[in-house]
T-cell receptor, first 112, second 114 residues
Framework: KQEVTQIPAALSVPEGENLVLNCSFTDSAIYNLQWFRQDPGKGLTSLLLIQSSQREQTSGRLNASLDKSSGRSTLYIAASQPGDSATYLCAVGTTSYGKLTFGQGTILTVHP | SQTIHQWPATLVQPVGSPLSLECTVEGTSNPNLYWYRQAAGRGLQLLFYSVGIGQISSEVPQNLSASRPQDRQFILSSKKLLLSDSGFYLC?????????????FGPGTRLLVL
C-alpha cells in the first residue's frame, strides 16, 4: 500500500526566503506525482505535475523534482511571498485512472 | 473552459439523517470523477472513483455510497450519517493538461454531523 509523507508539517519563513518542501513515498512504482496548493476552507489547485519518466517541472517561482528510485520529491519555492501562504499537498498517482494518494501536507506561512 | 461545481458549500446534519452531495462538471466529456474526504487533522482520502456512467469503484469500506447517473454528474450519499462522517468532501475530475493527466478539484462541501 502506497504511503506518502510530507516534511515538515509546518513551516514559517520571512518574505523573500527560498524554501524546500519534502515529500517521500514508499512504493516507487508510480504513474505520476503532483503538487497541490490548498487555501483554508477551499479546494485544491494543481501546481505541478511530474510524470514518472521526468525528473523535474518548473512553473514560475516553483520547481518540483522527482527521484523515483529513492521515493522522493521536493518542491522548491523561490523568493517566497506572503501570498504563498497555504497548505501544500503532495500526491502520488499509481494508475492511469488518476487515483491519487495524498500526503498530510505542509502548512506554509510567509510573513512580511 | 472546464468548471466543476459542488453543493451545498456547507451542511450541518443530525446523526442518522440521510445525505446527498452533488458534483457536476462542465466543459468536458467522459471525465474520470473522484470523491475525496479530508477529515480534521488527516490527509485527503480517496473514497470513490468513476471512469464512466454507472461505474463506481469504492476505495474504503464505509457508510457512504456514490452514483454517477449522468456523464458529468457524481453524487455522494448516505442513508444514515455517523459522527465520523464529518469532514470536508472534495469532488475532482481528471483530464489532460498540456498532454499530461492532472486532477481538478471542486470548491468542496463542509459537512458537520452532530
Amino acid at each position: 500500500k502506497q504511503e506518502v509523507t510530507q516534511i515538515p508539517a509546518a513551516l514559517s519563513v520571512p518574505e523573500g526566503e527560498n524554501l524546500v518542501l519534502n515529500c517521500s513515498f514508499t512504493d516507487s512504482a508510480i504513474y505520476n506525482l503532483q503538487w497541490f496548493r490548498q487555501d483554508p476552507g477551499k479546494g485544491l489547485t494543481s501546481l505541478l505535475l511530474i510524470q514518472s519518466s521526468q525528473r523535474e517541472q518548473t512553473s514560475g517561482r516553483l520547481n518540483a523534482s522527482l527521484d523515483k528510485s529513492s521515493g522522493r520529491s521536493t518542491l522548491y519555492i523561490a523568493a517566497s511571498q506572503p501570498g504563498d501562504s497555504a497548505t501544500y499537498l503532495c500526491a502520488v498517482g499509481t494508475t492511469s485512472y488518476g487515483k491519487l494518494t495524498f500526503g498530510q501536507g505542509t502548512i506554509l506561512t510567509v510573513h512580511p | 473552459s472546464q468548471t466543476i461545481h459542488q453543493w451545498p458549500a456547507t451542511l450541518v446534519q443530525p446523526v442518522g439523517s440521510p445525505l446527498s452531495l452533488e458534483c457536476t462538471v462542465e466543459g468536458t466529456s467522459n471525465p474520470n470523477l473522484y470523491w475525496y474526504r479530508q477529515a480534521a487533522g488527516r490527509g485527503l482520502q480517496l473514497l470513490f472513483y468513476s471512469v464512466g456512467i454507472g461505474q463506481i469503484s469504492s476505495e474504503v469500506p464505509q457508510n457512504l455510497s456514490a452514483s454517477r447517473p449522468q456523464d458529468r454528474q457524481f453524487i455522494l450519499s448516505s442513508k444514515k450519517l455517523l459522527l465520523s462522517d464529518s469532514g470536508f468532501y472534495l469532488c475532482a475530475w481528471s483530464g489532460l493538461a498540456g498532454g499530461r493527466e492532472t486532477q481538478y478539484f471542486g470548491p468542496g462541501t463542509r459537512l458537520l454531523v452532530l
